[in-house]
C-alpha cells in the first residue's frame, strides 16, 4: 500500500487546514489509519487514529476538540481536519496505516511521505 499526503502549507493561529491521505490498494477499508506528526526538534508524535469502519476514533491530548479524523473508503482517503491551530501544531504530518487497533503505537506497517503545517502567530 502506498500513501499520498496532501493539504500541508501556511496558516495562522486560530485557522484551519485539512489534510487528506490516499492510498493505493485493496485493503484500505480493513486498515487502523493514522496521523502524526513530527515538530522541528523533537520525536515523532501521535496525533489520531480511525478505525476501518470509521466507527471508533482516538486523539492524542494537544488536539482533542480541535482535530477531527475520518475517512471514505469508497474514495481510499483519510483526512484530518485541524481547527484551532497554534503555532505548536507547526509539523511535518504523516498518515500511516495498520491492521490492528494499537492507534498510538508508532510501529503502524506503511507511512506516507509526509506533508508539512506551518502555523504563525
Known amino acids: 500500500v502506498q500513501l499520498q499526503a496532501s493539504g500541508g502549507g501556511l496558516v495562522q493561529a486560530g485557522g484551519s487546514l485539512r489534510l487528506s491521505c490516499t492510498a493505493s490498494?485493496?485493503?484500505?477499508?480493513?486498515?487502523?489509519m493514522g496521523w502524526f506528526r513530527r515538530a522541528p526538534g523533537k520525536e515523532r508524535e501521535f496525533v489520531a487514529a480511525i478505525s476501518g469502519s470509521g466507527g471508533r476514533t482516538y486523539y492524542a491530548n494537544p488536539v482533542k476538540g480541535r482535530f477531527t479524523i475520518s475517512r471514505d473508503n469508497a474514495k481510499n482517503t483519510v483526512y484530518l481536519q485541524m481547527n484551532s491551530l497554534k503555532r505548536e501544531d507547526t509539523a511535518v504530518y504523516y498518515c500511516?496505516?495498520?491492521?490492528?487497533?494499537?492507534?498510538?503505537?508508532?510501529?503502524?506497517?506503511?507511512w506516507g511521505q509526509g506533508t508539512l503545517v506551518t502555523v504563525s502567530s
Open positions: 500511516a496505516g495498520r491492521s490492528d487497533w494499537l492507534p498510538q503505537r508508532i510501529d503502524y506497517d506503511y
Open positions: 490498494g485493496r485493503t484500505f477499508s480493513s486498515n487502523v
